[in-house]
């Protein structure tokens, strides 16, 4: 499956966790085809919810959210509802020689929808077809959001400040690692080779508890509650003293995970203070964390941020600057590594950096088609599943496509 030919995924897909997913899958050269529903009449928005979230770029069905996990993919739109959709659905996959169906629709909706894997099988015994979904098949009818997962599983209960609210991190973290999770599976899945096809079930549940690898195994080891990891705030739970502390100009991390370094810091020149017989140990600072959390604070307002990072780099400490999104699109090994795509009005837009520059992306110079529109490329798709104009016909006006 890995050979010459380009492999082909066909993917059901919305929101983030799959998109992410297949966007991987971009960056390895593979062609991705996303199916989303038509417009239907007296409904909403018609297709991935996505594309009518964020900043408004000129076009109804292209807004900011939906683009970055979207470039370099063609679009199609079938109503799997119909029988001539679900039939339609199989001869793409037949005619097309579609490698790897994705989904992440609601397990339920599988058979209902004729997408579930012992039927599209049919079309392609060896097809690989992966799903994502909040539990996984054994709780169909259970939807998956991000925040609500991060809720459930942990995350929201251990981030914020120890006497703050629980909030959810920053970005959606659990869409992004079961993204990855099932981008890690179809590729496995290739490796295996196997001759009657694979069926993969990824749960976002799963996926975000697999994380939870410094927090639940904690419950074999601790005495009591009172032991249990809980809201840390900006500071380790583990290392001490791992904290955000202020400068003259704004705000760093300094990490400290070992006790030679805790020993290069109090050897600084200003920082000397720092040391006491009783603070050599990792133990030892953790009995005294918030005394030495507030001395080094003391000592940091001395500083601008640019002098406090450069003093503790210099004996190579684990520091950094608090910085904005945009401080972070600036710096040069992001910048320079940008993946970028034009808009249908003609700008040239950076949007993201890969996790890793594959040769696909190096020979097109990190630039990949815009994100499609909605059914961009189904009369495209159907003229190459065999189907004429007049049958395209037929399926345009029975709103099929």
């Known amino acids: 499956m890995t050979g010459s030919k380009k492999i082909t995924v066909l993917s059901l897909e919305q929101a983030l966790a799959l998109p992410f997913a297949t966007q991987r899958m971009v960056h390895q050269g593979w062609r991705v085809i996303r199916l989303e529903t038509p417009a239907e009449d007296g409904g909403g928005n018609p ?15 292209l807004h900011s959210y939906y683009i970055a996990p979207n470039i370099g993919k063609e679009a199609i739109t079938i109503n799997l509802k119909k029988k001539e959709g679900q039939e339609l659905l199989l001869k793409i996959i037949k005619e097309l020689k579609v490698d790897v169906f994705m989904c992440n629709t609601l397990p339920k909706r599988y058979k209902q929808l004729g997408i579930d894997f012992e039927t599209l099988k049919q079309a392609n015994p060896k097809l690989i077809w992966c799903s994502i979904s909040a539990m996984g098949p054994a709780y169909p009818n259970s939807a998956g959001y991000d925040p609500a997962l991060q809720a459930l599983m942990g995350y929201t209960y251990l981030t914020g400040e120890p006497e703050g609210k629980p909030v959810p991190c920053g970005i959606p973290i659990i869409d992004l690692k079961a ?26 549940a799963q996926c975000a508890a697999s994380w939870l690898i410094t927090a639940l195994p904690q419950h074999q080891f601790v005495k009591g509650d009172t032991e249990l990891f809980k809201r ?30 805790w020993a290069k810091f109090c050897s600084l020149k200003g920082f000397e203070t720092l040391f006491k017989q009783d603070r050599i140990t990792n133990q030892g600072r953790m009995n005294d964390k918030e005394t030495i959390y507030k001395e080094i604070g003391e000592l940091t307002k001395r500083y601008s941020t640019k002098e406090f990072t450069e003093l503790c780099l210099c004996i190579n400490l684990s520091v950094s600057p608090i910085n904005t999104i945009k401080e972070v699109a600036s710096l040069e090994f992001i910048a320079r590594e940008m993946l970028k795509t034009k808009m249908p009005d003609g700008r040239v837009v950076s949007l993201f950096p890969p996790s890793f520059e594959t040769a696909f992306l190096k020979t097109n110079n990190n630039t990949l088609t815009c994100a499609p529109r909605l059914g961009e490329q189904t009369r495209k798709v159907i003229a190459e599943a065999g189907y004429t104009i007049d049958e395209r016909t037929i399926l345009e006006k029975n709103n099929v496509i």
């Open 47 to 61: 297709g991935d919810p996505n594309r009518y979230i964020g900043a408004d770029v000129g076009y109804k069905d």
């Open 232 to 261: 840390s705030g900006n500071e380790h739970r583990s290392f001490i003293p791992c904290n955000v502390y202020s400068t003259r100009d704004g705000m760093v991390y300094l990490a400290i995970g070992n006790d030679s370094q």
């Open 179 to 204: 993204g990855d999770e099932a981008f890690t599976q179809v590729l496995l899945a290739m490796l295996e080779n196997n001759a009657g096809g694979k069926e993969i079930n990824i749960s976002m």
